[in-house]
Structures are given as C-alpha cells and as structure tokens.
Nanobody, 117 residues
C-alpha cells in the first residue's frame, strides 16, 4: 500500500521560515491534486495550500501572502514553504494526494509544526 511520508516539521520561532516535504513511497499513476492540510487540537482539518496538475494553486487566506506550494506530479513529491511563521500556524500538517486512475485519496501520517519563542 502506498504511503505518503512527510518531513520538515518541528519547533520554530515566530518569523522563521519552514519547508515541509512529502513523498509517495511508491509510484501513483494519475496524480492530479496535491495539497497540504493542517489540524489543531479539537478543530477540523483545514486546507492550507493545493496544487493541481495544470499548475493552478489555491491558498488559505491566512497563509496566502507567505506560503508557496510546489510539486512534481511524476515523482509524487510536494513541498510547502511557509515564511514569517506565527504561533497560530502551530498544528499537525498533513500532505494529501488524489489520483484519477484509481480514484484514490492518500494522506500522510502528519508532521507537527510548533511556532513558539
């Protein structure tokens, strides 16, 4: 079974820059959406950023001006760079893929990001 493996989380200070990465453990045919979500305790998971295979991107308003998502749909990798981090960015971040070939939805295990001085 294909897994998504995230890396890059950790403890950072306000104002820092962080890069999260995610890679599929095996080939996934037909990926057309890659995204990052985040979830705080006792809150619903929310979309942070999304990229489609036509190059279009979507960002949450709270991160739009300070985040960049990039992905390689052939290799099955996606990254998220977040700048000027704030304490309210603290959450568990999950990567997500969707493919048209099998109609699959794939989630990573989550990586904790804590922004604190």
């Amino acid at each position: 079974q294909v897994q998504l493996v995230e890396s890059g989380g950790g403890l950072v200070q306000p104002g820092d820059t962080l890069r999260l990465s995610c890679a599929a453990s095996a080939s996934i045919v037909g990926i057309y959406v890659m995204a990052w979500y985040r979830q705080e305790p006792e809150k619903e998971r929310e979309l942070v950023a999304q990229i489609r295979n036509d190059g279009s991107t979507t960002y949450a308003d709270s991160v739009k001006e300070r985040s960049t998502i990039s992905g390689d749909f052939t290799r099955g990798t996606v990254s998220l760079q977040m700048r000027s981090l704030k304490p309210e960015d603290t959450a568990v971040y999950y990567c997500y893929f969707r493919d048209w070939y099998r109609g699959g939805n794939y989630w990573g295990q989550g990586t904790q990001v804590t922004v604190s001085s």
